[in-house]
């Protein structure tokens, strides 16, 4: 069956250091992964994705992301982070068994940013 | 580009009454939306995959006539929550696909939810 897990439920990190946010993903086929970000009692907004070409993947907000297919995953990375990325953070991935584009959503990784 | 709104943000009905939710497409045409649940710090659920002009899709386990769902624009679709009870309270976010981009992006672009309170 078609998965993504985000192992930790809360990252802490301080203002300033990098940060990493952990996803790893089961599909058949190639995936196409994404990263969400929720603020409190608001909707998702998209930081980026990977479909293809560079295993890099630069998004918004200065977030960035590495696809390593030979360990199936897509950890999301900040260089240096800031007490305003503290909020909820999904990793998806396209559902290939849907013609409509359906992602399957990780548990969700809150990450709290202390100054 | 790519907004995605969602009326009314935050409702309080009556048990047994029934509440509907809009989503809206501002600024792009979508053939396929879609209805998710949330509940407190958890993943969202995806309740039904409503498309443009037919039937909604409904995930295993979701009432399809508690959950009413019609999309009769490329611009809208509604969710109607009929004979509403507490346990459906919940909060409730809509997302879009571009339906001029379905060939090469896999985004989906949410709204910002409604809150559903039942007493």
């Known amino acids: 069956a078609q998965s993504v897990a985000q192992p930790e439920d809360q990252v802490n990190v301080a203002e300033g250091n990098p940060l990493t946010v952990k996803c790893t993903y089961s599909?058949?086929?190639?995936?196409?992964l994404f990263w969400y970000v929720q603020y409190p009692n608001r909707g998702l907004q998209f930081l980026l994705k990977?479909?293809?070409?560079?295993?890099l993947v630069k998004g918004s907000y200065g977030f960035e992301a590495e696809f390593n297919k030979s360990q199936t995953s897509f950890h999301l990375k900040k260089p240096s982070a800031l007490v305003s990325d503290s909020a909820l953070y999904f990793c998806a991935v396209r559902d290939p068994s849907s013609n409509t584009g359906k992602l399957i959503f990780g548990q969700g990784t809150t990450l709290q940013v202390k100054p | 580009g790519a907004v995605v709104s969602q009326h009314p943000s935050r409702v309080i009905c009556k048990s047994g009454t029934s509440v509907k939710i809009e989503c809206r497409s501002l600024d792009f045409q979508a053939t396929t939306m879609f209805w998710y649940r949330q509940f407190p710090k958890q993943s969202l659920m995806l309740m039904a995959t409503?498309?443009?002009?037919?039937?909604?899709?409904?995930e295993q386990g979701v009432e399809k006539d508690k959950f009413l769902i019609n999309h009769a624009s490329l611009t809208l679709s509604t969710l109607t929550v009929t004979s509403a009870h507490p346990e459906d309270s919940s909060f409730y976010i809509c997302?879009?696909?571009?339906?001029?981009?379905?060939?090469?992006?896999?985004?989906?672009?949410f709204g910002p939810g409604t809150r559903l309170t039942v007493t």
């Open positions: 599909v058949s086929g190639n995936p196409y």
């Open positions: 997302s879009a696909r571009d339906s001029l981009r379905l060939a090469v992006s896999y985004e989906q672009y």
């Open positions: 409503s498309n443009e002009g037919s039937k909604a899709t409904y």
């Open positions: 990977y479909i293809t070409g560079d295993n």
